[in-house]
């Protein structure tokens, strides 16, 4: 078996709102990230993908449960542990405008992370930001402008060198190509690729365009409100997923083909998301599941292996 770099065990996330009330945004979830692997995180907007990212780089203090980085579990770290760790886990934003401050030139942006941990001084800071700038695909000529100087997909390349700057092994990505052009996506896509396999990088990759995820995932979870319901290798995945929910999700996805698209069957949920600050008792996705039964009303499912390799959580799949 690979490595496990992470290992997540029962991660809460929980956020106090008003009235008194919680909103579960990450509700008890576990799973690893095998060193050198790309981990893909999917499922609908507000189901806690982003806030479990940001958890596991400690953005967000968690409010339950373990992270373990390299047998350290990072919920326990002083502040100068803390500083080690971020050296090693790093984190791509959504938004490549609004990560990059900007009043920094791409100088100062790419140079705080190596200032921040005393990596390089001098001539040698500059070379190695140069170096970083020609890795993702700019140019030193691009060194002192500022960022609204740049397309949207350059912004997300400067974000990139940002975190690559301090030579981390492990990289949060956040929905790193939602806000860029379609053309566009498929080059960011490409360089994370390439970049991987050339700095044996690992990577959480979190998005909710499935084809993409699977163009570049190993392994794929699928969130819903919170919690995991679906874990798996990427191709297993899309060829036999059993969660009823992730067959929706898979239904959904674009084909290119017209005829092959029209003779697709969609499933259509009914119903909307529940609250995150009002959780159903039992399955979360009672509501909209169209397998849901008595027990489902009543009993949490657990995160269990159905075939080997293959995890699911739902009280209706069964195993062969």
Not at 16 to 24: A, E, I, P
Not at 41 to 54: F, I, M, P, Y
Not at 172 to 188: G, H, T, W
Request: aromatic content about 6%; proline content about 5%.
């Amino acid at each position: 078996m690979n490595e496990t770099l992470i290992s997540v065990r029962n991660l809460k996330k929980y956020f106090n709102v008003r009235g008194g009330k919680t909103l579960k945004a990450v509700d008890d979830i576990s799973f690893d990230i095998h060193k050198g692997e790309t981990l893909g995180l999917v499922g609908e907007s507000g189901c806690g993908k982003s806030t479990a990212g940001r958890t596991i780089v400690r953005l967000y203090e968690a409010t339950g449960g373990d992270i373990i980085y390299k047998d350290m579990n990072i919920n326990n770290l002083n502040k100068k542990q803390l500083k080690d760790y971020t050296r090693h886990a790093q984190m791509i934003f959504q938004d490549p405008y609004a990560s990059l401050n900007p009043r920094m030139t791409v100088t100062d942006i790419v140079g705080e992370g190596i200032d921040i941990h005393n990596l390089y001084k001098g001539m040698e800071r500059q070379k190695r930001i140069y170096e970083i700038l020609e890795l993702v695909g700019l140019s030193r000529e691009h060194a002192n402008r500022f960022p609204h100087e740049f397309s949207g997909g350059q912004r997300q390349r400067i974000g990139v060198a940002r975190a690559l700057a301090i030579e981390p092994d492990f990289i949060v990505a956040d929905e790193p190509i939602s806000a860029l052009d379609v053309s566009i996506q498929a080059q960011v896509v490409n360089l994370l690729k390439d970049l991987q396999d050339e700095l044996n990088l690992t990577y959480l990759f979190i998005a909710h365009d499935l084809s993409m995820v699977k163009h570049l995932s190993d392994r794929v979870a699928v969130m819903y409100l919170g919690s995991i319901m679906e874990l798996t290798e990427s191709k297993e995945l899309y060829d036999n997923p059993l969660h009823p929910y992730t067959k929706a999700l898979m239904s959904a996805v674009p084909i290119p083909d017209p005829d092959v698209s029209r003779a697709k069957q969609r499933i259509i949920l009914k119903g909307d998301v529940p609250s995150p600050i009002d959780v159903p008792a039992g399955c979360k996705f009672q509501g909209r599941c169209p397998l849901v039964e008595d027990i489902c009303r009543v009993e949490k499912p657990e995160l269990r292996q159905v075939i080997p390799g293959h995890e699911v959580a739902c009280h209706m799949v069964k195993k062969p």
